[in-house]
């Protein structure tokens, strides 16, 4: 019960985090608008119909399915592995996957029909008289992170002038990336071994039915 309670209280708040940092900015910005924090670091107002970072695949109602789909998937692995009472550090690292990919659905799913569209020079607002600016499922997810870190000098071929790391991001994105980063890195073994174990399992309870 323990590990369970560390997990959710762990996704609520990256959760919380990310719903409300998108909610200030969508509510206090303009799409475009951006607040200069540091020279390599700017609070920018953008929107993106597709995945992670800006980028866009497909069909925007049936991306969202699919990664409702891998969500419920990756949830279930995280019930397993706390069932089976698995290391706290390796499940802390599947939720912030979990959290990042749920973070930005939630986003597809409902910001469409609650908020007014952003545009340059106007603040949306909570559920118009008017209704929403897209259906469920085709919400654009709210991104805000930029860190223009350097901009390449003219003496460097092909990227002379261009913005070394010019994504805009948000807190799903960041905790996303970083939990596939820390799997990759640190956890590949425990990966594989419960990865295999939960499958396993499944054949084994076919095979008996």
Known sequence: MRNATKTILFIVFLLLIDQCVKVWVKTSMSLGESIHVFDWFQIAFVENPGMAFGWSFGNKTILTIFRVLVSAFILYYICVLVKQQYKQSYIFCVSLIF??????????????VIF???????VAEWFPAGGGYAPLLEGKVVDMFYF??????DWVPWLRGEVFFSPVFNVADAAM????????????RDFNVTF???????????KTE
């Open 99 to 112: 959290a990042g990919a749920i973070g930005n659905i939630i986003d597809c799913l409902f910001y469409g």
């Open 116 to 122: 007014s569209e952003s545009a340059f020079g106007r």
């Open 148 to 153: 223009p870190l350097f901009t390449f000098p």
């Open 177 to 188: 990336t970083t939990g596939i980063f820390i799997l990759i890195l640190f956890f590949m």
């Open 196 to 206: 295999d174990r939960v499958f396993s399992r499944k054949k084994t309870k076919d």
